[in-house]
């Protein structure tokens, strides 16, 4: 092989490798526009709609007339289901006031909240203390009692 084959020889392999750091190049920086694109758009289109579900909630038999208890949703929020003695109601066990935690209160059929002496009624609507003030009221779930079972509807977030 005399010197001209091996320069051609050469040469072809440079572009060779020309052409592989180039492609790799441009790999790279589409792989990277690509990625902060997907990132601009996700933070500037609008929030993702909030999904539901429905998670059963207990038996109907497991609540007496009057009678309250605690439910853990499955992302962990506490839901205070109550036998109102007219229907099933499900709220949020938080005080809007300040977070602290309600309890149902059978003998007045009231929601109270102990840190404020916030008082709420068995539709969840303030009625005293600085809760009522500010007109609030506690965040209320969609529950269904079929013949034998309690079903929680709950939104995501």
Known sequence: MDSSD??????????????????????GMA??????????LRYLS??????TWRAYAGGVRDIPRGGSRTYTAP???KVVI???GEGFV?????????????????????????????????????I??????????LARYAIEATDEALYITLMEG
């Open 6 to 27: 091996r320069d051609r020889a050469a040469e072809r392999r440079a572009t060779r490798r020309g052409l592989l750091a180039w492609g790799g190049m441009v790999l």
């Open 31 to 40: 792989v990277s526009y690509g990625t902060a694109a997907f990132f601009a």
């Open 46 to 51: 609008p929030g993702r709609r909030a999904r």
């Open 75 to 77: 992302d962990g929020r």
């Open 82 to 84: 109550t036998n109102t």
């Open 90 to 126: 499900a709220f949020s066990d938080v005080c809007p006031h300040l977070g602290c935690k309600v309890h149902w209160e059978a003998a007045r059929r009231e929601f109270h909240c102990p840190c404020h002496d916030g008082v709420f009624d068995a539709q969840g609507v303030a």
């Open 128 to 137: 005293s203390g600085p809760p009522a003030k500010a007109g609030q009221r």
